[in-house]
């Protein structure tokens, strides 16, 4: 683990994933590691200085081309006993029938998990996740009511789905990207929402992962209308494009827009909306402390969802189906699914 890239601190491995993990039934052919664990940059210096090597030199070379793996010549005794027990999750699915095109989707996802209760922690042992994800998932509510709301039903169907175990791995939208209950050569386009801004409205929106795909231009559009700027991520080497439940589905080739709060808070501006980020990441992420505040100003998750509204009825009442861009790592999977559905 290093804190630098993964964008957390070694302490939300250790609260995240020590103890039970879950995980989808496993087919008899999976192939897993014999063992599988994380080691901290401390522990990881140690056993290339047991071995001789220089860590800092050969995490350099690793970062270029043309990187060979180097054996450590070490060997180690393992011993691991394992129970496992089997538990049943549920995703969450409501539908809003299109009025011309119901057979066509568009699909808003939240997800509704968070880490449950730590008993060996003193005094506070409940993972709220107010932030992650109970503000998107009350997003995903606000979005069914604004589109129940509207004088008229969009010509393409809405799709909304809470998804279970996202801190788990993306367990929930894997399994339904594996297992959709509507076809994903007519998902149109995937709107996911992982923590809305509590901090007050923006003149800028993030989107992560700009660039991939023609949602951005829907974003632009929807924002300008708010007077505001599209930003790429601040931090695209922490890769959260794939750390979110829209990689389930960009996986299977269905574009997916996801986006992080703006930073240019309308009152504090930039550098106050980056401290906010920081602060967060360092003393709440995957923490008993993310719970709801009265003081969360909820102006900028309203801002949001109303940009989230304006692309999906947008989408929704068009004919057109975007694409990832021309170069994409998933462009190829959703050509090959447009062309079987013969568009």
């Known amino acids: 683990h290093d804190t630098g890239p993964a964008g957390y601190p070694w302490g939300v491995v250790e609260r995240g994933w020590s103890g039970p993990q879950f995980a989808l039934d496993q087919s008899a052919d999976a192939q897993l590691a014999d063992v599988e664990g994380w080691i901290s ?8 200085e047991r071995a001789g090597l220089d860590f800092d030199e050969l995490a ?4 270029a081309p043309g990187f060979s793996p180097v054996p450590l010549g070490l060997t180690a005794a393992v011993s691991i006993e394992n129970t496992i027990e089997r538990s049943v999750s549920s995703n969450i699915l409501a539908m809003l029938p299109g009025s011309e095109a119901p057979d066509e989707y568009v699909m808003y996802v939240a997800h509704w998990d968070h880490l449950g209760r730590d008993p ?26 604004a589109f129940t709301a509207a004088p008229e039903p969009p010509k393409r169907s809405i799709l909304l789905m809470g998804v279970t175990a996202e801190e788990q791995g993306l367990l929930g939208s894997k399994f339904y990207a594996a ?24 003149n800028d929106i993030t989107v ?17 209308r708010q007077d505001r700027v599209v930003q790429p991520d601040a931090e695209p080497e922490k890769g959260f494009f794939y ?8 996986k299977k080739g269905v574009p997916s827009l996801y986006t992080d709060p703006g930073l240019d808070n309308i009152e504090h501006g930039p550098e106050w909306g980056m401290a906010q980020r920081e602060e967060y990441t360092a003393e709440r992420y995957h923490q008993p402390s993310d719970e709801y505040d009265p003081e969360w100003d909820l102006g900028g998750a309203v801002q949001d969802l109303q940009l989230f509204f304006m692309i999906g009825h947008r989408i929704a009442n068009e004919g057109t189906y975007p694409n990832w861009r021309e170069g994409n790592e998933f462009r190829a999977r959703r050509d090959s699914m447009m062309a079987a559905e013969g568009r």
């Open 41 to 48: 940059t401390d522990v990881a210096r140690a056993i290339f």
């Open 60 to 63: 350099a070379s690793a970062s």
């Open 120 to 145: 060996s922690i003193e005094g506070d042992q409940i993972y709220n996740g107010a932030y992650d994800n109970a503000t998107g998932t009350a997003g995903l509510l606000e979005i069914a009511k």
């Open 179 to 202: 297992n959709p209950v509507h076809s994903l050569a007519r998902t149109v386009a995937v709107i996911n929402m992982d923590g809305l801004n509590i901090y007050g409205p923006t």
């Open 208 to 224: 992560v992962g700009y660039g991939n795909s023609e949602l951005d231009d829907y974003v632009v559009a929807a924002a300008e």
């Open 243 to 250: 750390r979110s439940d829209q990689f389930s589905f960009a």
